[in-house]
């Protein structure tokens, strides 16, 4: 595969744009790094190009940039698109008006990659961003001059994420929520090698259940319901992923002297471990990698709710740890949407008054919410940004 790039001179002068950044690429990620092949075929929505072409006639006011925007930023490995785009504008998720600020020339809006130096220029109380690339070692942007000259070269490196991946990876196939009792009915293990309580990557367990749906499967512990912080009402099961297995040998019979047959579970083989695995466990088919493009947005409509949970049983979270909320596809939840995250206001006496009056002070706003996984009725989310711990029972809302 190949690429264009241009080819730059010396120059004091402002450079004047030979190529425009491929914005839209800002806030566009998957859910693992995907090749520029994938890239190219993501789909933009009809809303999200109408949102660009309308800012690509004028640019974004001064007034939407990011209070310290820089004039100039180089693209780094381990980048994030959101970080990169928190550079430029307030709200990070209003990806598309990035897009319309070079929305001219896009090849491919999807793609951005380490080494690719970004330009601010602010002309007549509007901003647009440029792509340029610097001169030498340690060249200043103010010292090169763009000539619009095309050369082939491999396009060997990945594109940058969306978000830090690490954070929301294991969750594409860990975090799972079921609506009833389907777990209960799945395939289990009853037994373990010889001499072996829990089992352990590359042991031996014995399964009771039909298998033939799949190779690879995905051990779960026994789910625990989450109920809704208001009504109380069971909204799914969440099921405790303990690891990976292989299935390497059917059921069968033994026959007996007496004519009569004794069963001969199945086997499979521990091929990943999160967490002790032993005789209860149940197995679920590991299904396909998604490729999944996440283009974060605000809710198109009304949407609140509440924290459900935290991943992992603690008590409160931070910064980059995984909510379930109360609302989920049936909600009109989609992933990439960003939600703001509301601290509820304390009761307070006022000393001030000799009646002592019981205050409630407003809630404060004070995180944002990334929601990557949605089912009927829950979804996971990632805290992007929070300035107190939050728990169970903390209401979001839309950004």
């Known amino acids: 595969m190949t ?18 950044l491929s914005l839209l690429g800002v806030l566009l990620g998957t859910a693992v790094l995907i090749q520029p ?8 929505t009809p809303e999200q190009r ?20 820089p004039e100039s930023h180089t693209v780094r490995a381990g980048d994030t698109l959101w970080h990169i785009s928190s550079l430029f504008l307030k709200s990070p998720w209003r990806w598309p008006e990035l897009w319309g600020m070079n929305v001219a020339q896009i090849s491919n809006p999807h793609l951005i990659y380490p080494g690719q130096v970004l330009l601010l220029v602010k002309v007549n109380g509007r901003a647009q961003l440029q792509l340029a690339r610097q001169v030498g070692d340690g060249g200043s942007v103010d010292s090169l001059r763009l000539t619009p000259q095309i050369r082939a070269s491999a396009a060997d490196k990945d594109p940058i994420g969306a978000l830090p991946l690490h954070l929301i990876a294991p969750f594409l196939n860990e975090g799972v929520v079921f609506n009833g009792d389907e777990l209960n009915l799945a395939p289990r293990i009853v037994a373990a090698q010889e001499g072996h309580v829990m089992l352990s990557r590359g042991d031996v367990a014995y399964v009771r259940g ?8 995905r051990v779960f512990r026994q789910p625990k319901a989450l109920l809704d912080p208001g009504t109380k009402e069971v909204l799914g099961y969440e099921a405790v992923y303990l690891g990976t297995a292989e299935y390497t040998r059917a059921a069968g019979e033994q026959q007996l002297p007496d004519g009569k047959t004794r069963e001969v579970p199945a086997s499979v083989v521990l091929t990943s471990i999160r967490q002790e695995i032993g005789t209860g466990d149940r197995l679920a ?3 396909p990698r998604e490729f999944t493009n996440y283009v974060p947005h605000p809710p198109a409509q009304d949407i609140s709710g509440q924290l459900v949970s935290i991943y992992g049983d603690a008590i409160t979270a ?16 989609e992933r990439g949407h960003v939600l703001a995250l509301w601290r509820a206001g304390r009761t307070v ?14 809630d404060e706003r004070h995180g944002l919410l990334f929601v990557f996984r949605v ?10 940004s929070v300035k107190e711990p939050v728990k169970p029972g903390d209401r979001f809302t839309q950004p």
């Open 318 to 333: 931070g910064q980059n740890q995984i909510v379930a909320l109360n609302r989920g596809a049936r909600d009109g939840m």
């Open 210 to 217: 039909d298998l033939t749906q799949a190779r690879d499967y």
């Open 50 to 69: 109408d949102t660009a072409n309308k800012v690509a006639q004028a640019g974004v006011p001064l007034s939407e940039l990011a209070p310290n925007a």
């Open 37 to 44: 092949a994938v890239a190219a075929n993501f789909p933009i």
């Open 349 to 362: 006496i006022d000393t001030t008054d000799p009646q002592r009056t019981e205050l409630k002070l407003p």
């Open 285 to 287: 088919p590991v299904p």
């Open 375 to 384: 089912f009927e009725r829950v979804s996971y989310a990632l805290i992007v």
């Open 3 to 20: 690429c264009c790039t241009l080819a730059a001179a010396p120059n004091r002068a402002r450079p004047q744009l030979g190529l425009k």
